[in-house]
């Protein structure tokens, strides 16, 4: 009896929104949602499109703003929007008081879902990597030559990645790279991708999901490697800063021929601790349930399941804490 009743309950909660709208807009909602994705040419930025037109239609009328992983952050937290992509270990790095953190101010922010896993690609063009025996991302630090070296802009999760992954792990950092001679350039996707492929660029550090457009594409006009990191680094990062580990698979790129232990983390949703608990509900139940049409947008959506979906540690907003609890039942 008490699994019937948590059943008719969830499907009660899946059907919430197909009334919303016949219904009127539910008392204490915001007239619209705003939704901060990612730079332009990232998954976030791809799947925001989609994701926006489900929300308007099954929950509230929704528009998306080109973000990254930290300006999401701080923009929701001022008010500027409800609703945004980011990595969980921002989360918890913010609540820790660590030093590292301290430019990131969450306290008005709230985790609501763990979507997939967001996996450190550093890239290196082949060639280069054989000139001068490059196996990994130590040996690339340790090299003294001049580097042409690519990130995504500063605000963006991939750039913090690559600088606490410089500083910590290597004990390095842009500057002193630079009186190494390496050239550093702060990008978007597109534009950075046309300069690697175009040979313009050495390295390109970038993190994004475990199936990657971007990657398939850039490998059908370009010959790139990806350096692994060693564990002793990644343990240290994990202790550190509770970054973990990800294998990338030699089935998922022809470029990756083993496989390949790098960084990641997880890209989650959060939202403003002020939504009210139901919307935050329904907003999860239509994500839900359009989780494979948005799977066709971005493949990463199949990786969106009970089992990761909450990460501990980290301030959840109650209304997320419900939905999660009732499909877990």
């Given at each position: ?146 580097v042409r070296f690519a990130l995504l802009k500063k605000g ?71 350096l692994p990191i060693k564990d002793a680094v990644l343990n ?39 939504l009210a608990d139901d919307l935050v509900e329904s907003i ?46």
């Open positions: 009896m008490n699994f019937l009743l948590r059943t008719l309950a969830l499907v009660a909660l899946l059907l919430f929104f197909n009334t919303s709208f016949v219904c009127g807009k539910q008392q204490n909602w915001p007239p619209h949602l705003r939704l901060f994705a990612g730079p332009p040419g990232g998954q976030w930025f791809l799947v925001a499109d989609p994701l926006s037109n489900f929300l308007s239609q099954d929950v509230l009328s929704t528009s998306y703003r080109q973000g990254g992983g930290i300006s999401n952050l701080e923009k929701i937290n001022n008010g500027q929007g409800e609703l945004g992509f980011s990595l969980t270990s921002f989360l918890g790095g913010a609540a820790s008081g660590a030093p590292e953190y301290s430019g990131i101010k969450t306290e008005n922010i709230r985790f609501i879902a763990n979507i997939y896993p967001q996996i450190l690609y550093f890239l290196i063009r082949t060639e280069f990597a054989q000139k001068h025996a490059i196996k990994n991302v130590e040996d690339l630090i340790r090299l003294k030559e001049p963006t999760g991939s750039e913090f990645f690559v600088r606490i992954l410089l500083q910590y792990g290597y004990t390095t950092t842009y500057s002193d790279l630079r009186e190494k001679g390496w050239k550093i350039f702060f990008n978007n996707y597109p534009e950075t991708a046309d300069n690697f492929v175009e040979g313009k660029l050495d390295c390109f550090a970038y993190t994004a999901g475990t199936q990657v457009p971007l990657l398939l594409d850039m490998e059908n006009y370009t010959k790139f490697t990806v240290k990062l994990k202790q550190q800063f509770s970054f973990n580990s990800y294998i990338i698979s030699p089935e998922v790129y022809k470029s990756i021929t083993k496989p390949t232990k790098t960084l990641s983390d997880f890209t989650c949703m959060v939202a403003h601790k002020n999860l139940a239509s994500l839900w349930k359009n989780r494979d049409e948005l799977s066709k947008t971005l493949i990463e959506f199949n990786n969106f399941s009970k089992k990761q979906t909450v990460s501990s540690g980290i301030p959840i907003h109650p209304g997320a804490e419900k939905f999660w609890n009732l499909l877990r039942e």
